[in-house]
């Protein structure tokens, strides 16, 4: 928490506490090269340094007065009654609803085994000659929009180790040869705190191989099942069943806190996610999680007291998950991301029958619960967010292949709310025109702001090195200064080339606003909050022809510790509505 609070304060200039520190001018820049030319190579008029959040004196009200048209897309899996994908449908074949409104189709995209489908208006138009290898008819690669990340999330805290080993095979196997070719894939455990065990990959064996190294970790699930056998012991010896309900409430409690700290882990994961471009999706792999903690135990009481224990099943809502399920749910639709789960613990059997379970006479129906329980927030995760659950079998080969084929053989349709970053979850409803097809996708999403998009990006950007730099923008850093207190003074020039902006006419001048976007994060994980600051640009008329060739440069001062940090910076042009990302890693105090 220290660190923490630390980087809360350690962007000073962005709260205007250090407000002489930030500068902005313009610098040459040569047609080749995005580095600046010598200094008496600058024009005579610089830029004043701004206020933060300040605009331009002229016409800045009205003028930079601008509505986001944001795109909404959504990936949809058809198949027949059967199961088997249905290719070589068109934007004509779908009708999508948002809150049960009509919404029109503005962007379609068709993906066949891997490969994009070009549109009949796409074969219809000219193109230039084939690149070697490639197919006629197909482009020959996705867009950045369009590519897969995949995050493969083995959960060894509610995991037991036989059954983790046990899928690993058909997992190596799908990593292997499922996948196509530019996804990129990462490799986490979970393992009472989150892990990245290989980041983000185009290479699938790595991250097959490292499972090896996996199959050596503890997984704790087995812990978990004693604990459960002996509180049934426990209860079976009971003769009171207020003293049952008491023991089992201090066995919820212990579980639900456990649970708690799972789910929030899965929640980080899906937020550091947010800013990544394209598809995402996790797969998880686990024995389960109670989407109600004790759930059976309080059935168990309620059914051998009878109605002595008439408030036992009231008892067990107080442990309910499933709101944090739903929550967990919602984020990953509002940021694209699709759950496929994986109950590695295979093909259930009721434990009354195994001798090691035998302490407790639990019925059938005691044990159903306990299976449905963890079952239950597995399906919620896939189903709810568009994905797949992979339960009751013992080899998942056939289910990864369902999986494989969402991956490789999808349709991606996009199109324009009528609302635009208010901040509210809605509902989507995606029907095909002909009624014998089966339709999945996620069922909602939140509608979020430029702002919290931006953040994202740069959350993104520090914890993977995600970089998107469409307006080719540098960060260079300047001689750090030692303070007294041992952290270091560091001035950051963030640089913008001004003819990558738009520009648009105001009374003798060309204006631009952009707005910056940062956070540091170091070595240990310690991230500072994302700050952001209006910047806005004026060129003379007279003087833009030469402005088009240089850099805006905006300068601030961080204060940092000595040691690795990394820092993102994300920069929108409000304007354009264009926005960029990227990474500089900097060893402070080492120079």
């Not at 994986?342 to 195994?354: C, H, P």
Request: aromatic share 8%; charged share 25%; glycine share 6%.
């Amino acid at each position: 928490m220290k660190r923490m609070s630390l980087y809360r304060w350690m962007l000073l200039c962005v709260a205007g506490l250090a407000a002489p520190g930030l500068t902005a001018h313009l610098v040459a820049q040569s047609a080749e090269s995005a580095q600046p030319a010598p200094a008496a190579a600058a024009p005579a008029a610089t830029v004043p340094a701004p206020t933060v959040g300040s605009l331009p004196a002229q016409g800045s009200g009205e003028f930079f007065e601008s509505i986001d048209v944001s795109v909404v897309n959504v990936d949809v899996y058809v198949t027949d009654k059967k199961g088997n994908r249905v290719n070589g449908l068109t934007r004509d074949d779908f009708e999508i609803l948002e809150d049960k409104r009509p919404m029109a189709i503005t962007n379609f995209y068709a993906v066949q085994e891997g490969r994009p489908v070009l549109t009949a208006e796409e074969l219809a138009a000219p193109v230039a000659a084939p690149l070697p290898g490639a197919v006629p008819g197909m482009p020959a690669e996705a867009p950045e929009d369009q590519r897969l990340h995949l995050v493969v999330y083995i959960d060894n805290f509610n995991l037991h180790p036989f059954s983790r080993n046990r899928v690993f095979g058909a997992l190596r196997e799908f990593l292997r040869s499922d996948l196509t070719p530019g996804d990129r894939v990462m490799l986490m455990t979970y393992d009472r705190e989150p892990h990245v065990r290989r980041p983000f990959t185009s290479d699938p064996q790595t991250i097959a191989s490292a499972l090896f190294e996996i199959e050596k970790m503890n997984a704790f699930a087995t812990q978990a099942d004693s604990d459960r056998r002996e509180l049934l012991s426990e209860i079976d010896d009971m003769k009171d069943p207020n003293q049952a309900i008491t023991r089992a409430r201090s066995y919820a409690e212990s579980l639900f806190n456990d649970l708690q700290f799972s789910i929030d882990s899965l929640k980080n994961t899906v937020s550091s996610l947010a800013g990544l471009p394209g598809r995402k999706a996790v797969l998880y792999v686990s024995d389960g999680l109670p989407m109600v903690a004790g759930q059976d135990v309080f059935h168990y009481i309620q059914e051998k007291f009878s109605s002595g224990a008439s408030t036992a099943i009231m008892e067990s809502l107080t442990y309910d998950a499933s709101r944090r399920i739903q929550e967990l749910v919602a984020q990953a639709n509002a940021n694209r991301i699709s759950f496929y789960t994986i109950d590695a613990a295979g093909l259930r059997t009721s434990s009354t029958v195994s001798a090691e379970n035998r302490t407790a006479n639990t019925s059938g129906m005691v044990e159903s619960i306990h299976t449905s329980n963890l079952q239950s927030s597995l399906q919620m995760m896939a189903e709810d967010t568009g994905g797949k659950a992979i339960y009751n079998t013992n080899d998942p080969t056939k289910g990864l292949l369902t999986v494989a084929g969402d991956f490789k053989t999808y349709y991606s349709l996009g199109y324009s709310p009528v609302h635009s970053g208010d901040g509210r979850y809605h509902k989507i409803d995606v029907r095909t025109k002909r009624k014998d097809l089966v339709v999945r996708h996620r069922e909602g999403y939140r509608d979020k702001t430029t702002e919290a998009k931006m953040s994202d990006g740069v959350i993104s950007a520090l914890f993977y090195d995600a970089e998107s730099n469409s307006l080719d923008i540098g960060v260079k850093r300047l001689p750090e200064s030692r303070r007294d207190d041992g952290l270091f003074t560091v001035p950051i020039e963030i640089r913008i080339p001004i003819g990558n902006l738009v520009l648009v006419p105001a009374e003798g001048v060309r204006q631009a606003r952009v707005r910056i976007f940062f956070a540091a994060m170091d070595d240990g994980g310690g991230m500072s909050e994302v700050q952001s600051s209006i910047v806005p640009i004026t060129i003379p008329e007279a003087e833009v022809a030469t402005a088009v060739k240089q850099v805006y440069v905006y300068g601030i001062s961080l204060m940092m510790r000595k040691g690795p940090q990394k820092l993102a910076v994300g920069v929108r042009d409000e304007v354009g509505a264009a926005q960029a990302f990227t990474v500089r890693t900097m060893n402070i105090g080492n120079s």
